[in-house]
């Protein structure tokens, strides 16, 4: 008696993906994660919207002037917590549950294994963003009334698939550092440990590093300074404005090793002024857009390092786990 | 003689906390097509890493090895398909049900979909886990964990089956069960290796079997024949039952050629020499007029031939 030959019905890698996405969809940590990313973003969108009403007096103006500033605040913290989340325990958990065993023993190559479960963490990953992002969008626009336009829509859609790809590093990150970890508690561990250094440390570090090679000049408020957008100003003598510009641009050296520099960055070409982002402490001002595409075309070099950045980390875990011996 | 596996100079070597460590040292082995297979020998005696080895997970160091024809290195792929293998320490998901799993298992060994259910309930149906199938696994005592394990081996139909320790942590009537589908199973047709280290439990199924001690093989045939080739080495043990006191014949079954020692009990005589005598003593028992009531041959079971290779290599190992 043998096995008889079958032809091939579905690619293994598939196989696997499904059944990743599946899982992962149905996990409460997955419905968890979206639920309190939606409730952040709408809080954190909430509490924009009134403070550019109450403090600033004024609103931006546009669809995207009133909310982007809120999602790309939101986005920038809990993107890389999602990748982080389903990443963790790619494979040490696998290997903790003895599942890795089943699997392994099971007629496939193990690249199958490592590229199915990232093909379905990239469609849990688009999904935790776009679900509460496109719902929060809605949201808001039945709140303030206001419809965006076709171009804020791309934006939008696009600075949403960017998100994706910046939890996919995160993602990277944290199954890289769940392959060559033995127990899930420690990958998680060194995986907000990661996180917190990237988001956190570093751009502290940078402003310290910067502080010691160019001091920071010191602001001055005039002493005449009423509330509203219109009066904000700030005193800063030619000589005092260059040397800020020196500052933030050893900053901006420095956190350029981040993900999360370049992913601020593309935020700012895509989102434009609208997004109101303050690049490391950088004044944006609003109503400075690019077009889209001249948008993308200046930031170019941060969507390739921010791809390298995962790719990197895949490419990493992908070599060591289909080289890890099996025991 | 056609052969399932075969191995030639198979060596692993680990480097562990600076340490390099022999988990295979040389092996060489061969499992005859239909027999029932024990790789024996105690926790981290190697025999995981040799199976590893030959599905192509772990890759040796040296040496080379093949499975039902295949490379274990270059055709793994093909091993896997054909092998049915339950590994130590399988696991499974908790949130899937038995059936879910085993759907998993047939869809990544390419079962078409019409197929599926037919097998899947006759691996549920063989391992008993029929009216379990639409329960979690979470919930899944540890013997019907061990079941679930059995099934997905069995959804391949291979033609050679693996088992490593399949009846660790599993009650004595688990056990019986295993060792019964394993009968069951080898009268289909199919070669079984088993790997244990409880030899109580698996060593009276298995027909051939290979010990194996950090990492070498101390010993490797047919059951029967290492019995025979240690009784030829060590001696033979025979008990004679009588029907009547044994007392008078004592003498003359004392002074048979090569008779080392004796013991009489009543109507029972156990004699210890250096070939097998029982012609002998029936020869003598008919001259005596005495009636031989039962006549064989004392064999060492599994475990005292495990034991005594154990201590051969603990012998040879003090000596050098």
């Not at chain 1, 690619?11 to 639920?35: G, M, N, Q, W, Y």
């Not at chain 1, 903790?96 to 990239?122: C, H, M, W």
């Not at chain 2, 006191?245 to 020499?273: F, N, Q, R, W, Y």
Request: net charge neutral; aromatic share 8%.
């Amino acid at each position: 008696m043998g096995v008889k030959k079958r032809r091939k019905i579905l690619p293994d890698l598939l196989t696997v993906a499904f059944r990743e996405f599946s899982d992962t969809i149905k996990s409460r940590r997955f419905i968890l994660l979206v639920v309190v990313f939606g409730l952040i973003m709408v809080a954190s969108m909430a509490a924009l919207i009134s403070e550019q009403t109450s403090y600033l007096g004024a609103m931006p103006t546009g669809f995207l002037g009133r909310v982007a500033r809120g999602m790309t605040a939101s986005i920038g913290y809990l993107a890389p917590i999602i990748g982080i989340a389903l990443g963790c325990d790619e494979i040490s958990g696998e290997r903790e549950r003895g599942s890795l065993k089943l699997l392994l023993a099971q007629p496939i190559y193990r690249d199958a294994v490592i590229n199915g479960k990232f093909l379905a963490a990239t469609l849990a990953t688009t999904l935790a963003i776009f679900i509460p992002s496109l719902a929060t969008v809605g949201g808001a626009m039945l709140y303030l009334g206001v419809s965006p336009t076709p171009d804020e829509l791309v934006r939008l859609a696009v600075y949403l698939v960017f998100s994706v790809l910046f939890a996919m590093t995160f993602y990277a990150i944290a199954t890289l550092l769940s392959t060559v970890s033995k127990k899930t508690s420690q990958s998680v561990m060194l995986s907000v440990g990661v996180w917190v250094a990237l988001t956190v440390i570093i751009p502290l570090i940078a402003e310290s590093v910067a502080g010691i090679f160019v001091p920071r000049p010191s602001l001055h408020m005039p002493q005449n300074q009423t509330s509203g957008p219109e009066t904000i100003r700030i005193i800063m003598n030619p000589a005092e404005a260059e040397q800020m510009t020196k500052f933030h641009s050893m900053v901006e050296s420095v956190s350029s090793i981040t993900p999360n520099y370049h992913f601020d960055k593309i935020g700012l070409y895509i989102l434009g002024g609208f997004s109101g982002v303050g690049l490391l402490g950088t004044l944006t001002s609003i109503g400075e857009s690019l077009p889209l595409l001249e948008g993308l075309g200046q930031c170019w070099p941060n969507i390739v390092v921010l791809v390298l950045f995962a790719l990197f980390a895949f490419v990493a875990s992908y070599m060591i786990f289909t080289r890890q011996e099996i025991r | 003689m056609e052969y399932v596996v075969e191995t030639a100079e198979l060596t692993k070597t680990y480097r562990s906390h600076g340490i390099t460590i022999t988990a295979l040292d040389h092996g060489k082995f061969q499992i005859r097509k239909g027999s029932v297979f024990g790789l024996l020998g105690h926790n981290g005696a190697g025999k995981t890493t040799l199976i590893m080895i030959l599905m192509g997970l772990t890759l040796p160091t040296s040496g080379t090895a093949k499975v039902l024809g295949h490379d274990v290195v270059k055709e793994s792929l093909k091993i896997r398909r054909k092998v049915g293998f339950m590994p130590e320490g399988i696991g499974f998901y908790d949130h899937l049900t038995a059936q879910q799993h085993l759907d998993y298992v047939a869809a990544l060994n390419n079962i078409p979909q019409g197929e599926r259910k037919g097998v899947i309930d006759e691996a549920l149906s063989t391992t008993g886990l029929s009216e379990f199938k639409d329960r979690k696994v979470g919930v899944f005592s540890r013997g019907m964990s061990q079941r679930l394990a059995i099934a997905q081996t069995l959804l391949k139909d291979g033609e050679l089956l693996i088992f490593d320790e399949p009846t660790a942590g599993v009650d004595p009537e688990g056990a019986r069960e295993f060792k019964n589908l394993v009968g069951q199973l080898n009268k289909e047709g199919k070669t079984i290796l088993i790997s244990t280290h409880l030899l109580s439990e698996i060593g009276p199924i298995c027909s051939d079997i290979v010990i194996i001690r950090e990492g070498r093989i101390v010993v490797q045939g047919g059951v029967s024949e290492i019995v025979e080739r240690t009784m030829k080495e060590e001696g033979y043990w025979i008990e004679a039952k009588f029907n009547k006191d044994a007392a008078s014949l004592a003498p003359i079954l004392g002074k048979l050629e090569g008779v080392s020692s004796m013991e009489v009990k009543g109507e029972t005589v156990i004699l210890k020499a250096d070939t097998d005598i029982r012609s002998a003593i029936t020869r003598e028992a008919t001259k005596g007029k005495v009636d031989v009531l039962s006549l064989r041959r004392l064999e060492p079971s599994l475990e005292d031939l495990f034991m005594r290779f154990y201590g051969r290599e603990e012998e040879a190992k003090d000596i050098a």
